[in-house]
């Protein structure tokens, strides 16, 4: 057994730390970058086809009936973590520089992860269904919500967005994911059959992602523009954000007074944010140049919560 995975590191995170040192040391330039524009664009659009493809309506009916459960992880989602972003900014935002604090914002709009909240859930003893419905309701609202809240925040700083944001998001994500849930009856079953292929295709599009905006970032001179004490405050401040989040999911789960079993999926359902959902949508949303330092905030907190979150479920599976 690889002795990193009980410090809740696994071959995918050391891949991922590869791929932001390789955009920063080998950054991909010119025709090559041209080239891996092209090519994550297509892995985008086909990780959302291939989601749409996979996810089944029917089966998160029975769960959507526990209105406290879902009620507070979409609370949490997408009210309760946009406030506190709006928080950190106002008062981290002159220390962190204007991008890196949009980087922030966009962190608290994203929605929760699928595969890992709900293995943490499973590894707690929690509610396994639930925690695969609040997942999945999550992202599914997130891939119009999120861009919709970016939209706003971009607005409202000035920035970029409007008909041109929404219309690659329309084409490369929410297009894909309609084709994947209408031809859902046809290649449903062969989607979920080939279970690694789909997870390969999932896994490989946000290297991609991670490699195309690093190096943007590296081209651009961003490392320069974001120095090391800078970079030292961001992680303090995602630690905080992190921390803050999680007693909040702990004590509404108490104050709520949900049983255990659902107290757990709150907690991984409700604490936890989505690179997978987030680093496209990042991806079509914001220009290359600037993803790397927006989606910065959003790299050190997944990586965080994986640490945290697998040292979490273990012992409260030992409890």
């Not at 730390?17 to 330039?29: E, H, I, N, S, W």
């Not at 030292?232 to 905080?240: D, E, K, N, S």
Request: hydrophobic fraction near 60%.
């Amino acid at each position: 057994m690889n002795p990193l995975k009980r410090f809740g590191i696994d071959g995918y995170m050391v891949l991922l730390l590869a791929m932001v040192l390789a955009g920063v040391l080998l950054p991909a330039q010119g025709a090559l970058a041209a080239g891996l524009k092209q090519v994550t664009w297509g892995a985008v659009a086909l990780l959302f086809f291939l989601y749409g493809a996979k996810l089944d309506p029917g089966a998160l009916r029975a769960e959507l009936l526990n209105w406290r459960l879902q009620g507070l992880t979409f609370g949490a989602t997408y009210l309760l973590f946009p406030l506190l972003g709006l928080g950190f900014a106002a008062v981290f935002g002159p220390l962190l520089g204007g991008t890196v604090t949009l980087g922030l914002l966009f962190l608290a709009v994203l929605p929760s992860t699928v595969q890992s909240s709900i293995a943490f859930t499973a590894l707690a003893g929690g509610n396994v269904p639930a925690a695969i419905c609040a997942a999945s309701l999550s992202n599914l609202i997130g891939v119009v919500l999120t861009p919709l809240l970016v939209a706003l925040l971009l607005h409202r700083e000035g920035g970029g967005g409007g008909l041109g944001a929404f219309m690659g998001i329309a084409t490369q994500i929410l297009l894909p994911f309609a084709l994947g849930q209408i031809l859902r009856p046809r290649i449903g079953g062969f989607v979920s059959r080939h279970k690694r292929l789909t997870l390969a295709v999932d896994r490989g599009a946000i290297l991609l992602i991670v490699y195309a905006a690093f190096s943007a970032g590296t081209v651009s001179g961003l490392w320069q523009a974001i120095p090391a004490p800078r970079l030292i405050l961001l992680a303090a401040v995602i630690a905080l954000f992190l921390a803050s989040g999680m007693l909040a999911m702990s004590a509404a789960g108490r104050l709520f007074r949900l049983p255990r079993a659902d107290r757990a999926a709150l907690f991984y359902c409700g604490a936890t944010k989505s690179i997978a959902t987030g680093l496209p949508i990042a991806a079509a949303l914001f220009p290359p140049a600037q993803v790397g330092a927006i989606v910065l905030p959003a790299m050190l907190y997944h990586m965080s919560q994986l640490l945290v979150c697998a040292f979490l479920a273990q012992r409260q599976r030992g409890a």
